[in-house]
C-alpha cells in the first residue's frame, strides 16, 4: 500500500472508529443489523474502502473513488442534491446561469431525466417533446449516470447554441437537437367561461407573477366574473413567495404553507395577509395533474385545506425544495437540501404531492414507460447524432373535450364530489 493510500485510510478511518465508538456508548442498544443505524452504515463503508485499498487488483485512484462515493451520496438522498467539482463550486457562488434555455422543467423518476412541464412556444415544445417524455442521454452522456444538477448544466447554454438529446417515449427513443433560446416568463391566460365564470391558467410563478396574477383576477372581476376555476396544470417552476402571494388572493386567513427542515422542524410558516389578498368570496375550483409541481403545488393545497375550493385532476407531481451549498476541502462542495416545501398541515409535497379532493386518474399516466436500462431497444446508440432536418415529434392529439376543466364547471354548478373516476 502506498503512503497517500495509508494516509487517506487512516484518516478516513479515525472519523469512523469516532462515530461508531460513540454510536456504540450511546446506542449499545440498538440492534447491529438495523438498516437505519447510521452507525452500521458508516462502518460498512469503512470495511468497503479498506477492501478496496487492499485487495483491488491494481493501484486505485483514491481521487476518483472518493468522488464517485460523494456523487452515490448524494444520489441516494433526493434528485436535487449532488456533489458539485471545484469549477462547478465556483461558478455556483460566482452567480454564473446559462441565459439559452430549452423550455424543459426536468426531474427525475426511476433515475432517468424526466420532463415534468414544457413551456409553450419553447424550442422543446416546438420539437414535439411533451411532459412524461424521458430523458435518456444528453449529449453522450447516460442521464442515469449523472446528476440532475449537471444535466441541467449540459440542457442549457448560450442562446442559439444546440444540445443533441435522446427522448423517450412509451419506450420508443428519438434523437433530437434542441436550440437553446432566451426564454420569457409564459404570460398567465385569463378568459371567461359560461358567462360568469373566470379561467386562470398560471403555468409560471417567477418574481412578479403574483402581481399579474391579481390585475388579470381584478380584470375578470370587473367584467362580472362571480367564481373563478384556477388552472395550474404545466405550472412547475418559480417561488415559494410568488405562489403564497397568489394563495392569499383566495385564502384570506390561515396557514398558506411551510418550510419544513432537518427533523421535521418547521422553519417558516406562511400566512394570509390582509397586504396581500384582494380577497373575494367567490367559489374557486383548481386544476392540477403531473405537470403540476413546487410552488403551484402550494396554492393547490393552501386552498384545498383551508376549505376555501375543491381541487380536481391528478395527483401533482411532488417538489419543491432549497438547497444550501456546503463546501469542501478539495474545493468541491456538497449541495444538499435542506428545506421541503409543505402544505398548512405540514406534508412535504416531495412525500407525494397533492391529492386532489375530486380525483380523476388518466390511464396513460399510470404505466410510465422507463428506457430500457440495457440498451435492447437501441436507444442507448449515440453513433449517429440528430440532424439538423430532425422531423419533430409527434404529439398525441388535443382532446376534443377538456374533461378537467368541464369536471371543474359541474362541481362550480353545485354537482357532487365525485369519488375517483378514469379520464
Known amino acids: ?85 471545484a469549477q462547478q463550486v ?72 444546440e444540445v443533441d438529446i435522446s427522448i423517450v417515449r412509451q419506450g420508443k427513443p428519438q434523437k433530437l437537437k434542441v436550440k437553446r433560446a432566451t426564454l420569457s416568463a409564459a404570460a398567465t391566460e385569463t378568459r371567461t367561461e359560461a358567462g360568469n365564470t373566470g379561467y386562470i391558467h398560471i403555468t409560471d410563478l417567477s418574481t412578479g407573477k403574483a402581481d399579474e396574477v391579481k390585475a388579470k383576477i381584478n380584470a375578470l372581476k370587473s367584467s362580472g366574473a362571480k367564481r373563478y376555476v384556477l388552472d395550474l396544470r404545466g405550472a412547475a417552476s418559480g417561488d ?33 395577509t390582509a397586504t396581500n389578498a384582494i380577497v373575494t368570496d367567490a367559489p374557486v375550483v383548481v386544476i392540477i395533474d403531473r405537470t403540476t409541481a413546487g410552488p403551484a403545488e402550494a396554492i393547490a393545497s393552501a386552498i384545498l385545506e383551508n376549505k376555501r375550493g375543491e381541487v380536481v385532476g391528478e395527483k401533482s407531481f411532488g417538489a419543491g425544495s432549497q438547497q444550501e451549498l456546503f463546501p469542501l476541502h478539495d474545493g468541491g462542495g456538497m449541495l444538499l437540501t435542506t428545506i421541503r416545501y409543505a ?26 414507460a422507463v428506457p430500457d436500462v440495457d440498451g435492447s431497444d437501441g436507444s442507448t446508440d449515440q453513433a449517429n447524432p440528430a440532424t439538423g432536418d430532425q422531423k419533430p415529434m409527434q404529439k398525441k392529439a388535443e382532446p376534443q373535450e377538456d374533461k378537467l376543466l368541464k369536471r371543474a364547471m359541474e362541481i362550480l354548478n353545485g354537482a357532487p364530489k365525485a369519488q375517483k373516476k378514469a379520464a
Open 90 to 161: 465556483a461558478d455556483y457562488n460566482a452567480g454564473k446561469k446559462a441565459t439559452g434555455e430549452t423550455g424543459m422543467t426536468v426531474s427525475k423518476v426511476g433515475g432517468f431525466g424526466y420532463v415534468v412541464a414544457v413551456q409553450k412556444g419553447s424550442p422543446a415544445d416546438t420539437l414535439g417533446i411533451q411532459p412524461g417524455d424521458f430523458i435518456e442521454y444528453v449529449g453522450k452522456n447516460a442521464t442515469r449516470d449523472i446528476s440532475l444538477y449537471d444535466l441541467m448544466g449540459q440542457l442549457n447554454g448560450a442562446p442559439g447554441t
Open 343 to 368: 402544505s398548512p398541515s405540514g406534508k412535504a409535497f416531495m412525500d407525494g404531492g397533492v391529492t386532489p379532493s375530486d380525483e380523476i386518474k388518466r390511464d396513460e399516466n399510470a404505466d410510465l
Open 1 to 85: 500500500m502506498s503512503t497517500r493510500s495509508k494516509v487517506f485510510v487512516i484518516a478516513f478511518s479515525t472519523i469512523v472508529v469516532f462515530y461508531t465508538v460513540v454510536g456504540g456508548i450511546l446506542s449499545h442498544a440498538m440492534a447491529l443489523d438495523s438498516k437505519d443505524n447510521k452507525y452500521v452504515q458508516m462502518t460498512i463503508f469503512d470495511a468497503v474502502l479498506r477492501h478496496v485499498v487492499r485487495d483491488y487488483v491494481d493501484e486505485p485512484d483514491l481521487e476518483k473513488v472518493r468522488m464517485g462515493a460523494l456523487r452515490g451520496l448524494a444520489d441516494g438522498l433526493d434528485p436535487y442534491s449532488a456533489y458539485l467539482t
Open 240 to 272: 415559494l413567495a410568488e405562489a403564497v402571494k397568489v394563495a392569499n388572493f383566495f385564502v384570506p386567513s390561515g396557514t398558506l404553507a411551510k418550510k419544513i427542515g432537518h427533523n421535521n422542524e418547521e422553519k417558516e410558516t406562511f400566512t394570509a
